[in-house]
């Protein structure tokens, strides 16, 4: 239990590439967006002010996103929207804008920064503050290059070495997450806590939309996410072409419900032209988070064929809304997935291993009514409330550090 003296009352958090007014599932905003903004307003439910700040594309403006939880998107370096790599160079830049900006706002009991280039403007702000630093990498460039084999650059491995070592405290979504932080970056397992993400049980929730039923091999699949490599649709549609070639007594359908973001090597609308399955796939960009639950209470499952997946927060809200999960067997998504009880985790990302699992699930409606029952009573216990406070928790851990630290140094002195 942390003591009341420790327990902060005003919270910067720094999320410079992403706003969480931007709306999930185009460019660069994903579950990262969703974290950030439902832990703000959740800490603001329990009586803590957030100021998020962001790198604004245009004008300098400060956007009220509920009371207590206030957006400033400051302007700083080149104008326009830079990519992640370009703001990479100008960090410095992007701190001492921040600095400026809020050298006019109430000062803050912590820090907490999402993402790699987030982290190291923390640090800027943490030496210019005097408060501590609770970082989040939400996902890790040597975990994507291991699971996903991509090129991820120095600057961002480097970057993230330091912050390892770094940040006051560390928080992982998951007890899996804890480990690769350890092993691979060298964190102390000390300065490290397990924040769950959660869930917003008021928007996704089963509801009143009735599951088709008496409907014999037919399985209506949905994937909403950005479309890139990295969230695998294209294992989806692959596995698709198979059942349509292998089991054409099954009727597998695919809702892909998202945009193009990052490097444009994946155009999944020529791939499904390629393996011939226009006829089985629909496209719709990405919705509000009502109209999102509504699509997932209509589907018979909502697959996240991810090859990294820090956590996979559209899993947990899919089963929110009583709808099972086919995932990856990847990163927390064995957290956010109970294998065999709220869905199904698939090793690795051939498509015959997923045509098999949607085969299995397109055959057995009874096996997904188990499932998807599961699924929301599992989910049920996940609302962002839990999180805020495993968030508060952490923060009191690194004030107290800090408190203890000081102390210490003005006693030697």
Same mark, same amino acid.
């Given at each position: ?21 931007? &709306? ?22 329990? !009586? ?55 050298? !006019? ?24 503050? &005097? ?126 419900? !998202? ?59 899919? &089963? ?76 009191? !851990? ?16």
């Amino acid at each position: 239990m942390s003591d009341s003296s420790t327990l902060p009352t005003r919270i910067a958090m720094i999320s410079l590439h992403t706003s969480p007014l931007d &709306q999930p599932g185009a460019g660069d905003a994903g579950g990262m967006n969703v974290y950030i903004r439902h832990l703000a307003l959740a800490l603001a439910e329990r !009586g803590v002010c957030v100021d998020v700040f962001v790198r604004a594309a245009g004008d300098t403006r400060a956007v009220e996103m509920a009371p207590g939880v206030t957006c400033h998107e400051v302007r700083s370096g080149p104008a326009g929207k830079l990519g992640k790599e370009e703001l990479a160079d100008h960090l410095d830049e992007v701190a001492l804008a921040i600095r400026r900006y809020a050298a !006019g706002l109430a000062p803050y009991d912590a820090i907490h920064s999402h993402y790699w280039l987030s982290g190291i403007v923390g640090l800027h702000l943490r030496a210019a503050w &005097q408060v501590p630093l609770v970082h989040t990498m939400h996902t890790m460039g040597k975990v994507k290059k291991l699971s996903a084999h991509t090129e991820e650059s120095g600057a961002r491995i480097r970057g993230e070495m330091l912050l390892a070592k770094q940040a006051d405290r560390l928080t992982a979504n998951t007890p899996a997450e804890v480990e690769e932080l350890v092993h691979l970056y060298g964190a102390d397992a000390a300065a490290l806590d397990v924040v769950e993400p959660g869930v917003d049980l008021g928007v996704f929730s089963p509801g009143v939309c009735a599951k088709r039923e008496g409907v014999p091999n037919s399985l209506r699949v949905v994937f909403a996410g950005r479309i890139q490599k990295l969230k695998g649709p294209q294992i989806l549609v692959r596995a698709l072409a198979i059942l349509a070639r292998e089991r054409p007594e099954l009727d597998v359908k695919l809702s892909v419900i !998202g945009a193009r973001s990052g490097s444009k090597e994946l155009n999944l609308q020529k791939l499904v032209e390629e393996e011939s399955v226009e006829h089985l796939v629909r496209f719709s960009l990405p919705m509000p988070a009502a109209h999102l639950a509504r699509a997932f209470r209509l589907a018979d499952v909502v697959a996240v064929p991810s090859y990294s997946e820090s956590f996979g927060l559209v899993a947990l809200e899919a &089963q929110a809304c009583g709808t099972p999960v086919l995932a990856s067997r990847v990163g927390g998504l064995p957290y956010a997935v109970q294998d065999g009880q709220t869905g199904i985790l698939v090793d690795g990302s051939e498509p015959a291993a997923w045509a098999v699992a949607l085969a299995k699930l397109a055959a057995d409606e009874p096996l997904r009514r188990i499932l998807g029952r599961q699924a929301a009573e599992f989910a049920a216990g996940h609302g962002w409330e839990q999180t805020a406070v495993a968030a508060l928790s952490s923060y009191a !851990g690194a004030i107290l550090r800090k408190t203890t630290r000081g102390a210490g140094a003005s006693h030697a002195g």
